[in-house]
């Protein structure tokens, strides 16, 4: 991964991982349901954006890379990799 792709995906992650803990904090102090499912919500679509972000820097990085190289089996096996998380994202 480029280095400002993990300075920015790692600080987003930090900002999350306070989500979460704000989350429990919610169900400990037994919130209103709608609320907590809010901000799970909320959580889901920035875990989202984090992931578009590494698959963006691998997309521009690693497979680019392997496209460049003219490794036809390189080439194959990183758009398989892609092909089959894209494929797992989408569920």
């Known amino acids: 991964m480029q280095d400002e792709t993990r300075s920015a ?9 306070g989500q979460v ?4 904090r919610m169900v400990a102090e037994d919130r209103y349901c709608i609320d907590i499912v809010t901000q799970i919500d ?4 920035a875990l989202k954006r984090v ?8 997309v521009g990085h690693c497979v680019e890379h392997a ?13 398989a990799e892609l092909m089959q998380v894209l494929g797992r994202a989408g569920r």
């Open 51 to 58: 992931e578009e972000e590494i698959l963006r820097d691998h």
């Open 42 to 45: 909320a959580v889901r679509a």
């Open 9 to 17: 995906v790692t600080k987003r992650l930090g900002r999350i991982e």
């Open 21 to 24: 803990r704000g989350i429990a």
């Open 67 to 79: 496209i460049l190289s003219g490794d036809k089996a390189e080439q194959r096996r990183k758009i």
